[in-house]
């Protein structure tokens, strides 16, 4: 460190680059510090995360396809643990709209089948052990 007596300001060829001298560049924060540091700066600058939570089943959404035949099915994108009834419901929505049955009592007969074994609305996709992008046949249309 220099001393400067009788408060006199030193002439700038005894200047050094001590802490207290104006930088002739500008000069970044960050540069000089460790890499620990720099990391912790960049995660307190960070935004705020949405908490990461695991996914439990009742938030697990699964694709489910209802097909009549080859050129008429339907995808939905449903919650793993909501009953099949919703499912059903807004199939035959669909149907009427796109005009599959003849008329509306088709769509009352209208039976879901998956794996050999006949959907009840009441089930789950869980209980009947449905999952991501399986295929449920639909007979009567």
């Known amino acids: 460190m220099q001393i400067i007596q009788n408060s006199a300001r030193p002439s700038p060829a005894d200047q050094h680059d001590g802490p207290f001298t104006e930088p002739s560049q500008p000069v970044n924060p960050r540069d000089g510090l460790n890499e620990d540091w720099k990391r912790e700066w960049r995660h307190h600058s960070a935004p705020p995360n949405k908490p990461t939570s695991p996914a439990t089943a009742e938030d697990k959404r699964i694709r489910i396809t209802l097909q009549c035949d080859e050129d008429r099915h339907v995808t939905f994108l449903v919650k793993y643990n909501d009953q099949l009834?919703?499912?059903?419901?807004?199939?035959?929505?669909?149907?009427?709209?796109?005009?599959?049955?003849?008329?509306?009592?088709?769509?009352?007969?209208?039976?879901?089948?998956?794996?050999?074994?006949?959907?009840?609305?009441?089930?789950?996709?869980?209980?009947?052990?449905?999952?991501?992008e399986d295929i449920v046949n639909v007979l009567g249309l």
């Not at 006949?118 to 869980?126: C, E, F, H, M």
């Open 85 to 132: 009834d919703k499912v059903f419901a807004a199939f035959k929505t669909t149907a009427a709209k796109k005009g599959w049955a003849a008329n509306a009592g088709a769509l009352d007969a209208v039976q879901f089948e998956f794996d050999g074994f006949a959907l009840v609305g009441d089930k789950t996709a869980k209980d009947m052990g449905i999952e991501d």
